[in-house]
């Protein structure tokens, strides 16, 4: 009567065929992570040399209305922009702890941004610079207000911030804001025409005799975590094959020896 025991070895790769297929899955999703972090990397550090860039430049007249769609490219972040017009009364706050000043003040503070009409009409909120948290209120830094009748300002063109899961919701009341967004700013003082969709940071020449608000004070930050995502889903993918190398290698380890025709298998 012939031997109908299942071979050993194919019942070894029969275990094996499930967690093959969802390795090879998990392995391929894994490594399509961590190369497109290598892909995010080579592109924000192109930006990164573009913005450095941007800032040495000479500066140019700053977009209006018909140019907003395209100067929201991240490209177009702190590039140098010179703008005429008046200030319109007013100020709203952005929260940020300078830790590096280039002036006198630092630590936890507000910037200042004030709206300013431009003479095509249109509206961009300018920061007009950084002022310690005792001296949000403008009553307690005198002679801190904005020149009047026309102006030219030169600064740093800076778009606008989208709000994470932390970031702690404005307050409109105080006209306190923790994520940079120039038309709810604009609104709440008021201005309800065409907003850019950008700020000013006004360059340093722009402070006040009083010294408040610090002009000048545009904090360069960029976040680049794209190489430690890309090594953590490099990891895993190993970690994974490693994984299952080990348990395919236990598996054939533990694999019954082939029985020879006609001898009974040791017990």
Known sequence: MADRRPD??????RRLALPTVLALIGLAILLRLGFWQVDRLAWKEALIRQVEQNMTLAPVPAPG?????????????YQRVTVSGRFLPGETYYYNALTKPKGRFGGPGYFVHAPFQTRDGW?????RGFVPDMYLDPQRRPESAPLAGDVTLTGLLRLGEEPNLTTPVPDP???IWFARDPRAMAAVLGQSGEVAPFVIDADVEATPVSGLPQAGETVVRFKNDH?????????????LAGVYLAYAW???????????????PEA
């Open 173 to 175: 009341q105080k006209r």
């Open 123 to 127: 509206i961009v909120m300018v920061n």
């Open 8 to 13: 050993p070895a194919t019942a070894v790769w």
């Open 65 to 77: 209305p018909s140019s907003w769609d395209s100067a929201q490219d991240p490209a177009s972040d």
């Open 227 to 239: 190489l430690g995502y890309a090594l953590t889903w490099f990891g895993l993918a190993a970690t």
């Open 250 to 264: 236990s598996l054939l380890r533990r694999r019954p020896p082939v029985a020879e025709p006609g001898k009974k």
